[in-house]
């Protein structure tokens, strides 16, 4: 039983036994005194013990066996022997029974109706590529050459022609298996395609339309550029029709894959729909067992069983409460034996019937995979040979590889994060251009150069001298320039008698002291940004590291289902059947099916969701509650706030209206906690 059914009938199980009835142990023990009547209400109980322990179909049957065998008894036939306590301990047994055959009901329609639209779904992909098409008609080839060679053996005997290769030429099959017009299916395409049975050809060959004539004009270019058109439209006819029909097979393919998906579509609605009528039952159900006197709770449980066969059925039935005449226990019985026995099973056994006869399930798991038991196997003893063959190259390649890894492992990660912390530790001590001491190192020359000139040529006393130093410290070099500027005015005479060559290599040095100066600058502007420059450095190593880290990261958990909340591709489900939820209850289907069930035909408010809408609503609210019990983590406010907004979905009480806004706060509320949104895009 799903667990749709278990929460939809859960609150009706106590409803079975009366409020002021007394359990059935106690029921036993009080009527010991008489042996027949305290037999007869120890097997009742036994079998009403039996049905609170279990509620699967067998144990109905069984149920319904051992009660009827009761019913059967001469003694139990005795009206005036029964007493209240009896009475009330049948009616609870009628309940449970009543009870589990409409949860067998429900479980029915919905594994049917689900069984149909996952088969749906699978067709559905299948026929949206031509290359899954052409994919399954190679898995199904076999299949369809047996069918083939069948249908042509059996000719050959009605006809009593033994087989020769002869028989396989085209005049022969055209004899034996003639057409009844150009594109109308023979039986060789029959057996190939059985769909065009029940489908004409979803496709027409393009017969290429003769060209239009042509006027000869009197120029000449005009009658050449009219007979290329001529030639081109006529060469594409062709081509395009060539191009059709080299892919008959594969859009004959796509058709049979779009036959089978309305089939199956027809099949989910009709289950769907009687399904929604089932679920509009619960009301009227929980109204009669909460029926005090046991009389009238009987004719109305009798009542209810009828109505449950008929909606199983497709006949009309009666409305309910249109009976006032009570109804015998051996009746009830009888009707709810009939049910269980026959009409439940026997609507199973059409069910798969239809879906086996026009093979709409998906082929077997063999015929899925033999294309790959046969190919892989050579495809992968080639591989094996070839690798072998090549398997010095490939090492070499392999430890290339290694090598490659590991030297930008160690060259472009470990060596700039180690670079990084030792930025770090060391802070700004150090030069990286020039060092501290070469730049004083050169300020101290320059200013005992220039101190000695002025003590030689200005005969500087020490104060004089001081404040020189102090001039020199700072960068100011007149006093050194005024003796340049008197040695100028006779440069020769001063070049080899005076202090020009001096004067002027102390301005060398003075330029040399000043490109320290700027490069000590510089210095310290690289090493203010020297931690920048490290992580700049070290980034595009880190974000290739990062990606390859999330390929593989999602390779290994959110390819196939699994990862955060079932993955992407679970998500992605989920996102879709709430999708189908809203559309379904903003436009409601009509049922275009040629059984609709006749309890669904009845006039409705415009907030009431019909029989179609609830039963395909169901189905997708099913798939959610799935969703959310086993992918969801455990005891999380996430999967009990979306487990009751799935309630909330699948109580019949609520109309269109409130389901819509259950559905706007499913949207608000768990869209980014889900990822629907980047799922979708």
Request: proline share 5%.
């Amino acid at each position: 039983m799903s667990t749709f059914v278990s929460h939809i009938t859960a609150d009706l199980a106590p409803k079975t036994l009366p409020p002021n009835a007394s359990s059935p142990h106690e029921v036993s023990i009080r009527s010991a005194s008489d042996d027949a009547t305290g037999q007869v209400k120890e097997t009742l109980r036994a079998v009403f013990v039996k049905l609170e322990q279990s509620s699967t179909p067998e144990s109905l049957r069984e149920c319904i066996d051992a009660l009827q065998t009761l019913e059967h008894h001469e003694q139990l036939l005795s009206a005036e022997t029964t007493d209240q306590e009896e009475q009330t301990l049948r009616r609870a047994i009628l309940a449970r029974l009543t009870l589990g055959l409409y949860a067998q009901a429900l479980s029915t329609y919905l594994e049917e109706a689900s069984e149909a639209e996952a088969e749906l779904e699978w067709w559905s992909d299948l026929g949206r590529s031509r290359r899954y098409a052409a994919y399954y008609l190679l898995q199904t080839l076999p299949i369809r050459v047996a069918n083939l060679s069948r249908i042509l053996l059996s000719t050959l005997r009605s006809h009593n022609i033994p087989f020769h290769l002869s028989v396989l030429k085209p005049s022969s099959l055209r004899q034996l298996f003639p057409s009844n017009g150009t594109l109308r299916p023979n039986a060789l395409t029959l057996a190939l395609f059985p769909h065009l049975h029940n489908q004409p050809y979803s496709i027409a060959l393009t017969t290429a339309q003769s060209p239009r004539r042509f006027a000869l004009t009197s120029s000449p270019a005009q009658a050449v550029n009219s007979a290329y058109n001529v030639f081109l439209k006529t060469f594409l006819n062709l081509a395009h029709a060539g191009t059709t029909v080299a892919t008959l097979p594969i859009e004959l393919t796509r058709g049979e894959c779009k036959y089978k998906r309305k089939e199956l579509e027809r099949i989910r609605n009709e289950r769907a729909e009687v399904l929604g009528v089932l679920v509009g039952l619960r009301d009227q159900l929980s109204s009669a067992l909460e029926d005090g006197d046991n009389e009238s709770a009987v004719t109305r449980i009798a009542e209810f069983a009828t109505f449950l066969q008929g909606v199983v059925d497709g006949d009309e039935v009666a409305p309910l409460g249109s009976r006032d005449q009570p109804v015998a226990v051996g009746q009830v019985v009888e009707s709810l034996s009939e049910l269980a026995n026959c009409t439940l099973p026997s609507h199973t056994s059409l069910h798969n019937a239809e879906l086996k006869s026009g093979q709409l399930r998906r082929p077997s798991r063999l015929t899925l995979l033999w294309p790959r038991l046969v190919f892989l196997p050579p495809l992968a003893l080639y591989a094996i040979r070839t690798v072998y063959a090549s398997r010095a190259s490939l090492e070499e390649l392999a430890r290339e590889a290694v090598e490659t890894v590991k030297s930008f492992w160690e060259s472009w990660i470990l060596e700039p994060l180690r670079g990084i912390v030792k930025t770090v530790r060391a802070g700004h001590d150090g030069g990286v251009i020039v060092t501290k001491e070469s730049v004083q190192s050169d300020l101290d020359s320059l200013e005992r150069m220039t101190l000695a000139l002025a003590q030689e040529k200005l005969h500087y006393d020490l104060p004089q001298l001081a404040a020189l130093s102090r001039q020199v410290q700072a960068g100011d070099l007149t006093a050194v320039m005024r003796i340049y500027e008197e040695d100028i005015k006779s440069p020769l005479r001063s070049a080899v008698q005076g202090t020009l060559l001096r004067s002027l290599f102390i301005q060398v040095q003075k330029a040399k002291v000043d490109i320290d100066q700027a490069l000590s600058g510089i210095d310290k502007l690289l090493k203010s940004q020297e931690l920048t420059f490290a992580f700049v450095g070290v980034a595009p190593a880190l974000a290739i590291v990062y990606a390859l880290a999330g390929y593989v990261r999602n390779l290994w958990t959110g390819g196939k289902g699994r990862g955060r909340y079932g993955g992407k591709a679970k998500r992605g489900s989920v996102w879709l059947t709430m999708r189908r939820i809203e559309r379904l209850l903003i436009a409601q289907p009509d049922s275009h099916h040629h059984r609709a069930h006749p309890a669904a035909l009845g006039d409705r408010s415009p907030s009431a969701v019909s029989p179609l809408t609830s039963g395909l609503l169901l189905l997708s609210v099913t798939h959610l509650r799935k969703y959310a019990e086993t992918t969801l983590p455990a005891n999380s406010r996430l999967r009990e706030g979306f487990l009751e907004d799935v309630a909330d979905l699948e109580d019949p009480s609520l109309g269109r209206t409130d389901k819509l806004r259950v559905v706007d706060r499913m949207w608000r509320s768990w869209g980014e906690v889900l990822g629907w949104s980047r799922v979708a895009a």
